[in-house]
T-cell receptor, first 114, second 116 residues
Framework: DVKVTQSSRYLVKRTGEKVFLECVQD?????MFWYRQDPGLGLRLIYFSYDVKMKEKGDIPEGYSVSREKKERFSLILESASTNQTSMYLCASSNRQGVLYEQYFGPGTRLTVT | GENVEQHPSTLSVQEGDSAVIKCTYS??????FPWYKQELGKGPQLIID?????GEKKDQRIAVTLNKTAKHFSLHITETQPEDSAVYFC???????????????FGAGTQVVVTP
């Protein structure tokens, strides 16, 4: 059974803290994605990575950075958390080979910044 | 860039009735249109997708239709059941043979509630 896991389901941080969200996939997928989900806005892409140490900005990268040191792990970093980064964060992965474009999502991390 | 609009934002249906969710996209180059279902407490999961060279696709009680000229596509759920209650997202993407990143542009989502 394919699996994407995220390090925390719920996280509460203070304004200005550095926050790390971790994502691990066990499917040997090349592509990994970070989204944030907000009511009425759907899923918005923050960053994605198509290979180890490679990253591309998504639609809303401001205030975030990412790290991919190993193929199975993709980290989202909030350098200095702000209240407007309170949201649900979803990680996903997909296979780069062939014609399979399905993205597999983790359960999400609900981050609250106070 | 691509912009995907999804309607309605909420949809209440009686068990056994049909549900229809509609999406429009802006970029005529988009050629791949998946639908994801998100159950409470879980991440979204792909339920059906359609490529631009196909007008309709069915999988048991769900079907998707695509009108490339009008740039809109729809999800149809027939004989709805309580387990169909979830948030549904449409998405659009431009896929190339040499680029399988599969970057998706999602709609805002539709909360479907099926009442017994």
């Amino acid at each position: 059974d394919v699996k994407v896991t995220q390090s925390s389901r719920y996280l509460v941080k203070r304004t200005g803290e550095k926050v790390f969200l971790e994502c691990v996939q066990d499917m040997d997928h090349e592509n990994m994605f970070w989204y944030r989900q907000d009511p009425g806005l759907g899923l918005r892409l923050i960053y994605f990575s198509y290979d180890v140490k490679m990253k591309e900005k998504g639609d809303i990268p401001e205030g975030y950075s990412v790290s991919r040191e190993k193929k199975e792990r993709f980290s989202l970093i909030l350098e200095s958390a702000s209240t407007n980064q309170t949201s649900m964060y979803l990680c996903a992965s997909s296979n780069r080979q062939g014609v399979l474009y399905e993205q597999y999502f983790g359960p999400g991390t609900r981050l609250t910044v106070t | 860039g691509e912009n995907v609009e999804q309607h309605p934002s909420t949809l209440s249906v009686q068990e056994g009735d049909s549900a229809v969710i509609k999406c429009t996209y802006s970029d005529s180059a988009s050629n791949y249109f998946p639908w994801y279902k998100q159950e409470l407490g879980k991440g979204p999961q792909l339920i059906i997708d359609i490529r631009s060279n196909v007008g309709e696709k069915k999988d048991q009680r769900i079907a998707v239709t695509l009108n490339k000229t009008a740039k809109h596509f729809s999800l149809h759920i027939t004989e709805t059941q309580p387990e169909d209650s979830a948030v549904y997202f449409c998405a659009a993407s431009i896929l190339f043979i040499t680029d399988s990143w599969g970057k998706l542009q999602f709609g805002a989502g539709t909360q479907v509630v099926v009442t017994p």
